[in-house]
C-alpha cells in the first residue's frame, strides 16, 4: 500500500488532551479518549493497517493448536518499520501529544507499535502487566490501544484493574494461564475496581500505564477485534540491566542492543513531537 500513503490523511495537529483524562489518568493508571480519528480517518487508515497486518502474520496454526497466549490475539509487531502508511500511523503526532500529555512530560519515544487482533472464537487474554518484558528505567510509560472497527464487550474489551499500577513488577509470570491466576487473586485482595468500556467507536483509544494491570475476555462475536496499539516511553529513558530472558528478547528487539545505562534513542526509538 506504500504508493497510497500521500493520500492518507495526516495525523499530525495537536489538540488539548481533556484535563478529566490527565487526571483520571494519573490517578487509576488508565484513561479512555474518544474520537481520536475521525470516522473518515478510520476508514483511510484501517485497511492499511488490516492488509499490513495480514501481509506480516506469521500464526498459521489452528486456534486449537495454540496455547492460551496464542489463542488470544494475533501479534504482529512494529508494522511502522516495513509499511510506509502504517508509520504515518504510528509516528503520528496527534496520538503522541496525548500519550506526553497524560504521561506529563515534554515528547515521548517510540518503543514498539503491535496490531492486536482477536479473531472470532479468540481466547481471552489473561491478565498480566506489560513493563513486565521492559528493560526500560523509568515507569513513565504508556500504551495506547485503539479499536479500528466499532467493539464490544463481547469482543474482548480491554479490561483494567484500576489504581494497580504503583507497586512495579508484582509477579515473574508472562502472559499465560499462571499469569492470569495469580493475578486474579491479586485483584480481587487488593479489592481493586474493574474497568472496562461498554462499547468502543473506531478511533476512540484507551490509554495504560506499563505497571497497570489488565486483561480481556475472548471473543465471542464473529467478527475480528481489529485493535491496533503504540507503546510509548517519556522522552530521556534509559536502558536498564535485562532482568531475564524476555526482557533480553526485548533489549535486543526493539532498544538495538544498546549499552545499559545509555539514552534510548536509536533509530527504531524515534520521537514524536
Ligand atoms: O488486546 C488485548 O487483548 C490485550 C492488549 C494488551 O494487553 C495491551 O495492549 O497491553
Known sequence: MDTQVSKLPGLDDLRKTPEENIREFQEKGHTLVRNILSADEIAAYEPVIVEAAERYNTEKRKMQDRDTYGKAFLQIMNL?????????????????KIAADLMGVENVRIYHDQAL???????????HQDQYYWPIDTDNTITMWMPLVDIDVDMGMLTFASNSFDKGSIFDYEISDESESAFDDYVKNNKFPITRAETMKAGDATFHKGFTIHNAP?????????IMTIIYMADGARVSE?????????????LMS??????????????VL
Open 218 to 226: 475472548g471473543n465471542n462475536s464473529d467478527r475480528m477485534r481489529e
Open 117 to 127: 487482533f482477536k479473531e472470532p472464537g479468540g481466547g481471552p487474554t489473561p491478565w
Open 80 to 96: 511502522w518499520r516495513v509499511d510506509e502508511g502504517v508509520k504515518k500511523f504510528v509516528l503520528a503526532k496527534r496520538l503522541g
Open 258 to 271: 544498546k549499552p545499559v545505562g545509555e539514552l534510548i534513542d536509536s533509530e527504531l526509538n524515534p520521537k
Open 242 to 254: 535485562p532482568k531475564h530472558q524476555w526482557q533480553r528478547n526485548d533489549h535486543a528487539k526493539w
